[in-house]
């Protein structure tokens, strides 16, 4: 079972987890999932602020602020936390590199990784070739990732990567004391992991379905490091790829709040929770 409070003495803002379960969220439509089982975090969602805030615009501005800096300090902190592969956190609980779940994939994704060899994006690069059928695509990137890899530093180490920052899981609420937002917690963990230090950049810049407004914010919050166009480019297609479905018909963002409406409870029997549909962390 994992226990992401672990983070938290880095200063990463994760509940501590109690359990992992197989749950059946709707037995008609089998929909069933594995799922954690931790503290909820306190406050709200950047999302719901933000929509309580949209007709007062001074305070809406103010409060886009305030999570900018906050977002911005708290991003630096996880690239303070390095691992020399990419990778799921830690390991599987039996001493081995845990995969990472395939992002590009879209909700019902599986895994990729992890990649532990001597050139470790490399080794991504060439499972990320592999995603693509078409053998001219294929050999028309191939030669650009390297020449894109060769401009960054070596040997590299893997920073931590939330990989999933939508402004649903986010939580905020406001200081006593400075009357600002800070952060309390992220929630939804299931796409993090040890990723090259661009990726956080391209996820929500190149796959992310975010809102606009929202984009703007994690322009200003998380910076471009070594994010070349090609890379960018590539991520696009990467992301066509391994789920061809496209448009505002994709269904993740359906999906996710369909799962937080059966699963985010409180009641007495359990106490107040949050669970989340993720598999598990196991950390060092």
């Known amino acids: 079972m994992a226990d992401l409070t672990a983070q938290a003495t880095n200063g990463i803002l994760t509940g501590r987890m109690y359990d992992l379960r197989h749950v059946i969220i709707d037995q ?88 532990t060899g001597s050139d470790p994006e490399a080794e991504f690069d060439e499972w990320a070739l592999s995603q693509i059928d078409n053998p ?7 030669p650009r990732l390297e020449k894109d890899r060769q401009k960054r530093s070596s040997p590299r180490s893997f920073v931590l990567t939330y990989g999933d920052l939508t402004w649903n899981n986010l939580m905020v609420a406001k200081d006593r004391t400075s009357g600002k937002y800070v952060i309390t917690g992220l929630i939804d963990w299931d796409r993090s992991g040890f990723l090259p230090d661009d990726a956080e950049y391209t ?30 480019e590539f991520t696009r297609v990467l992301k066509r790829a391994c789920n061809p479905v496209a448009g505002k018909f994709y269904c993740e963002s ?13 009641s007495p029997a359990i106490g107040n929770i949050w669970v989340e549909t993720a598999p598990p962390f196991y950390l060092a």
Not at 66 to 77: G, N, Q
Not at 136 to 142: D, L
Request: glycine share 6%; aromatic share 10%.
């Open 136 to 142: 001219e695509e294929r050999a028309k990137w191939r």
């Open 28 to 115: 008609a439509r089998r929909w069933e999932s594995d799922v954690m089982i931790g503290d909820r975090v306190p406050g709200e969602t950047v999302a719901t602020v933000w929509k309580k805030l949209s007709w007062k615009d001074l305070l809406l501005r103010s409060f886009k602020k305030d999570i900018t800096t906050e977002l911005a300090a708290h991003i630096s902190r996880m690239r303070n936390l390095t691992q020399p592969f990419i990778g799921r956190i830690g390991h599987n609980g039996q001493g081995k590199p845990e995969e990472m779940r395939n992002f590009y994939d879209g909700p019902l994704c599986g895994c990729f990784g992890p990649f």
């Open 254 to 266: 359906v999906i996710q709040i369909l799962v937080r409406y059966e699963l985010q409870v409180s």
């Open 203 to 232: 996820v929500f810049s190149a796959i992310s379905l975010v809102d606009e407004a929202w984009r703007k914010i994690l322009k200003a919050a998380v910076p471009n490091r070594n994010c070349s166009k090609d890379r960018l």
